[in-house]
């Protein structure tokens, strides 16, 4: 009898295994806003990391967030480096690109688990204010693909992806 169930196992594993396999080696992410104000009064909000305390859904996860900024002020090489609980783990982002067509920013996370992706707010104005859409592209580690395959990775971010636009409109239509 314990020779079947472990048999059971191992299949079980090798089965989790081979469809981890089967998954994509990116990851994208992407949520969108429409905000009443031009590119001009969203991108401050952006390139100054210590302008995200307002907006960004993972400034709220942790009251105790150790923050450390470094290199430009705002802009391609303003650097931030965060440490916290569980739920923000550890990371750094560096602005690459700025301008009025949108921001792009290099991010790592170091804890929970290393990852490197690329974040990027696009901007695309329209009569009465501009279209902000955030995305999030890397390569997908394999414990990521085994992860993903019991958690919607997409819905999880998405939702943080979601408030922080939320966020950003509301300080951004503030003025």
């Not at 952006?46 to 967030?65: A, G, Q």
């Not at 430009?72 to 440490?83: E, L, Q, R, T």
């Not at 290393?114 to 990027?120: E, F, G, I, L, P």
């Amino acid at each position: 009898m314990l020779l079947y169930i472990l048999i059971g196992l191992v299949a079980l594993i090798v089965l989790v295994l081979i469809a981890a396999g089967t998954r994509p080696n990116t990851v994208h992410y992407e949520r969108s806003i429409r905000i009443a104000a031009p590119p001009g009064r969203i991108l401050p909000h952006i390139v100054d990391f210590r302008k995200w305390m307002p907006w960004s859904p993972w400034e709220k996860k942790d009251p105790d967030l150790q923050r450390t900024y470094s290199g430009a002020s705002s802009g391609p090489g303003a650097h931030y480096h965060w440490v916290g609980n569980s739920k923000v783990g550890e990371g750094h982002m560096e602005v690459l690109e700025s301008g009025p067509g949108g921001v792009k920013i290099d991010l790592r996370f170091i804890k929970p688990w290393k990852a490197v992706c690329v974040a990027q707010f696009h901007f695309t104005p329209d009569d009465d204010g501009t279209q902000v859409r955030w995305t999030m592209d890397g390569p997908q580690i394999f414990m990521g693909k085994v992860f993903g395959l019991f958690f919607n990775m997409d819905k999880a971010i998405g939702k943080d992806l979601e408030a922080g636009l939320a966020g950003l409109k509301a300080v951004a239509e503030r003025g």
